[in-house]
């Protein structure tokens, strides 16, 4: 049966593991429970390739626990209660169960509440892994009952450490270049299993015992080569964000081709559509937030490749269609005013039913659906002041029309704020 490289040559004890020094060297937090052999319920945050998995299983193995793994891709709650009488079965001789759950973050609400009581009695110790940020993926319930470590990238320099070792492990009879390591490790994005995937292809494809970079190349084939550094990242995603604003579709695509290209997560492209749609499509076309975020849970749900034609939809969409910023400056322009005024005060209207000082004053809030057309003009605030400025650009325009009628000169026209 087929074995992928990076099951055959993974490490088999915690000294081997290569990165995460904040969290595996002496002292360091999770070395402590592994040298203790003991562990609360854990989450693990980070880009793939970078050991979760594999820490997760050696943490397991220290504290001789049942180990499952389950994928919240495709698993659901009967798959989970199947883990749980096994478990509870297992408990009552004694022996742990480490629930290992990748993709946590893909489990909704339900899913997660479910396994709340049996991580609180110790039925199963929870391990999830996640590479979207445990602060909005998952719900607060869980997040009060784990601990969270952030797995990080892996340099190059520790890629190439994993391939001398699995060469190494290996015992073949080929021998690399440094420049065809290096090259390997360049085009891996900090992932070890990527890496490993490579090297295996490689080693497959490549009959001489010589291997130079240029017969790696020729072997990767069609693996990209598009590599940038972090500064690179920053200024292709600004010209993405910026051709769009600009309303050219043609330019952002070719950026968004070159993101793709050079292995970009697509899911911090869709984060980034989103804070676009709001801050430069605006109330001028909702339907911008709409599709944007559309996109960003159907390409979680669907990945790459094919998620890239979901990008190329709401790129397309959102470079063509009406801009405004409106909305974007009238929460900075609200929020410099509240800094420069600290001193709030609710008009007694407006506070809660139960106040003394409105019960006292006897001052009525008028309740808009009792008035014709749902409005009635009254202080919503303790002193007027205008912070949005709608525009005379698509949907907005109706929307500036709607707040003339209900509040006249208010927004007859602009002027300065």
Request: with cysteine; net charge neutral; charged share 30%.
């Amino acid at each position: 049966m087929y074995e992928p490289l990076y099951q055959r040559v993974k490490p088999c004890k915690i000294d081997e593991v290569v990165g995460q020094e904040h969290l595996l060297s002496i002292g360091a937090p999770l070395r402590v429970f592994i040298e203790k052999g003991r562990f609360p319920s854990l989450i693990f945050y980070g880009p793939p390739g970078t050991g979760k998995t594999l820490v997760a299983e050696l943490m397991a193995r220290r504290i001789d626990a049942n180990f499952v793994k389950l994928s919240a891709v495709d698993a659901g709650i009967p798959d989970v209660k199947k883990v749980i009488k096994e478990a509870q079965d297992l408990k009552r001789w004694g022996k742990d169960t480490v629930l290992f759950l990748d993709e946590i973050h893909r489990f909704n609400r339900a899913q997660q509440d479910f396994l709340l009581p049996f991580i609180e009695d110790g039925t199963i110790i929870l391990i999830g892994a996640s590479t979207e940020n445990p602060i909005f993926a998952l719900n607060k319930a869980l997040l009060s009952r784990v601990m969270v470590f952030d797995f990080r990238e892996l340099s190059e320099e520790q890629l190439l450490k994993i391939l001398h070792r699995a060469l190494e492990k290996l015992e073949v009879d080929k021998r690399f270049t440094k420049g065809a390591l290096e090259f390997i490790a360049s085009q891996a994005s900090g992932d070890a299993r990527k890496a490993l995937g490579m090297l295996e292809l490689v080693l497959e494809g490549v009959e001489c015992s010589d291997i130079d970079e240029n017969q790696v190349r020729k072997a990767l084939g069609d693996v990209s080569y598009l590599k940038f550094d972090k500064q690179e990242k920053y200024d292709v995603i600004s010209a993405f964000i910026k051709s769009i604003r600009g309303s050219d579709p043609d330019a952002a695509l070719y950026w968004l081709a070159v993101m793709l290209e050079a292995g970009e997560d697509p899911l911090y492209i869709t984060r980034r559509l989103m804070i676009l749609a709001a801050e430069d499509v605006g109330l001028a076309d909702p339907m911008g937030l709409v599709v944007a975020t559309s996109a960003h849970q159907a390409v979680s749900h669907v990945g790459l490749p094919e998620g890239e034609l979901i990008l190329a939809f709401a790129t397309v969409y959102l470079a063509s269609t009406y801009k405004s910023n409106s909305c974007y400056e009238a929460i900075r322009k609200a929020r410099r005013w509240v800094k420069d005024r600290p001193e709030v005060k609710v008009p007694v209207h407006l506070a809660d039913s139960h106040s003394w000082e409105k019960r006292q004053s006897g001052e009525r809030y008028l309740y808009p659906h009792d008035y014709p057309g749902a409005f009635v003009r009254q202080k919503y605030m303790p002193v007027e002041q205008r912070f949005y400025w709608p525009k005379d650009i698509g949907r907005e325009r109706k929307i500036k029309e709607r707040l003339r009628e209900l509040w006249g000169e208010r927004y007859a026209e602009k002027k300065d704020a």
